[in-house]
T-cell receptor, first 114, second 113 residues
Framework: GNSVTQMEGPVTLSEEAFLTINCTYTATGYPSLFWYVQYPGEGLQLLLKATKADDKGSNKGFEATYRKETTSFHLEKGSVQVSDSAVYFCALRTSQGGSEKLVFGKGTKLTVNP | KAGVTQTPRYLIKTRGQQVTLSCSPISGHRSVSWYQQTPGQGLQFLFEYFSETQRNKGNFPGRFSGRQFSNSRSEMNVSTLELGDSALYLC????????????FGEGSRLTVL
């Protein structure tokens, strides 16, 4: 079946440090890949997405590249800020009769200290 | 533009009771999905509705049910509550199907005692 594996957290960084959160997937067909972010006390928000191999999604300084050969979609940011503290979820969607079902990883909690 | 609204935000129930949670999607969104979020299992898909029809269902027991109304608002119901049903229940809506871009509400936090 389809699944997503994320690096376990929590991850603690100092402000301006480089961030990488690893994400690998298992899927049949050609999934679309997503990163969602959940700030404390809020619902999830779409951060970025990629719909085909070699696509790079980017938003708010975050980037992730869809790597089919390694089945990965690692999230990166060159310089994190305190406001980036949140839980990050990697997710995939496969085309199954038009369903919007997403399969999520377990999430990685990021804390950025000033 | 108003976001996805879920009510109630917090509720406490006892084992054996039932609960109904409500979700109002973003205006114009016709697809509504529900997810259960727990520390141990993470985010798990419950079901998805589009134009009042259930399009997909996750691996949850029959105690979990849902429906969607003609105005796209959705409700989910859990009967005969168990301690393990304590979770954050998230509703998400989307404008166009087949995109994977979901807009989530803040969730309804259910505690079962």
């Amino acid at each position: 079946g389809n699944s997503v594996t994320q690096m376990e957290g929590p991850v603690t960084l100092s402000e301006e440090a480089f961030l990488t959160i690893n994400c690998t997937y298992t899927a049949t067909g050609y999934p679309s890949l997503f990163w969602y972010v959940q700030y404390p006390g809020e619902g999830l928000q779409l951060l970025l997405k990629a719909t085909k191999a070699d696509d790079k999604g980017s938003n708010k300084g975050f980037e992730a590249t869809y790597r089919k050969e390694t089945t990965s979609f690692h999230l990166e940011k060159g310089s994190v800020q305190v406001s980036d503290s949140a839980v990050y979820f990697c997710a995939l969607r496969t085309s199954q009769g038009g369903s919007e079902k997403l399969v999520f990883g377990k999430g990685t909690k990021l804390t950025v200290n000033p | 533009k108003a976001g996805v609204t879920q009510t109630p935000r917090y509720l406490i129930k006892t084992r054996g009771q039932q609960v109904t949670l409500s979700c109002s999607p973003i205006s114009g969104h016709r697809s509504v999905s529900w997810y259960q979020q727990t520390p141990g299992q993470g985010l798990q898909f419950l079901f998805e509705y589009f134009s009042e029809t259930q399009r997909n269902k996750g691996n949850f027991p029959g105690r979990f049910s849902g429906r969607q109304f003609s105005n796209s608002r959705s409700e989910m119901n859990v009967s005969t509550l168990e301690l393990g049903d304590s979770a954050l229940y998230l509703c998400a809506s989307s404008l166009i199907t087949n995109t994977g871009e979901l807009f989530f509400g803040e969730g309804s936090r259910l505690t079962v005692l």
